[in-house]
């Protein structure tokens, strides 16, 4: 069974930074691609950026200098590390596979002080 | 960036009624190694997305018969044959031909 399982979530001060880990499992993880999406409350669904199984990184214009994909294949984790978040980056992110074909439950990350 | 236009926003339907939803990008989503990365994700009231119909039209592993998902280019339709209410939730068009990958605002599907 396919399975991912966000971590690292909670309050972060403006300016701060957070790193936000998901754990996969169930499926070839290293010849898969992967991407972080996010969620702000009540709204609708955001993709953040996306790491190729060979290393290639993307990122939305809105995150790009301050957000960094990375992945470990050994340990099967993928993380997003969140530098100087905004007010505006609060949201429940999620990481997905592929092109979306699973989806992990979420870690919610509030951006206040 | 390409935008995803989806129509309507908000759709009441009665139990057992078909229901449709489109989807417009401002580009074609034709991409160079011949597939349309148009893909339809549903999203029930406090649950992750999921993953209904991927490249148009093929439905992942699980999804009920009555979902379909067509068209070509830029426009695209995703039909639900008969709504049942465990369709209730938010469905959200995206594309993943052009970089950065981009979804369309959701559609809330309702029972009526």
């Known amino acids: 069974e396919v399975q991912l399982l966000e971590s690292g979530g909670g309050l972060v001060q403006p300016g701060g930074s957070l790193r936000l880990s998901c754990a996969a499992s169930?499926?070839?993880?290293?010849?898969?691609?992967m991407s972080w999406v996010r969620q702000a409350p009540g709204k609708g669904l955001e993709w953040v950026s996306f790491i190729s199984h060979s290393g290639i990184t993307y990122y939305a214009d809105s995150v790009k200098g301050r957000f960094t994909i990375s992945r470990d294949i050994s340990k099967n984790m993928l993380y997003l590390q969140m530098n100087s978040p905004r007010a505006d980056d609060t949201a429940i992110y999620y990481c997905?596979?592929?092109?979306?074909?699973?989806w992990g439950q979420g870690a919610l990350v509030t951006v206040s002080s | 960036d390409v935008v995803m236009t989806q129509s309507p926003l908000s759709l009441p339907v009665p139990l057992g009624q078909p229901a449709s939803i489109s989807c417009n990008s401002s580009q074609s989503l034709l991409y160079s190694d011949g597939n349309t990365y148009l893909h339809w994700l549903q999203q029930r009231p406090g649950q992750s997305p999921r993953r209904l119909i991927y490249?148009?039209?093929n439905r992942d592993s699980g999804v009920p018969d009555r979902f379909s998902g067509s068209g070509s280019g830029t426009d695209f339709t995703l039909k639900i044959s008969r709504v049942e209410a465990e369709d209730v939730g938010v469905y959200y068009c995206?594309?993943?031909?052009?970089?950065?990958?981009?979804f369309g605002q959701g559609t809330k599907v309702e029972i009526k």
């Open positions: 997905a596979r592929g092109h979306f074909s699973a």
């Open positions: 169930g499926f070839s993880y290293s010849n898969s691609d």
């Open positions: 995206m594309q993943g031909s052009h970089w950065p990958w981009t």
């Open positions: 490249q148009v039209s």
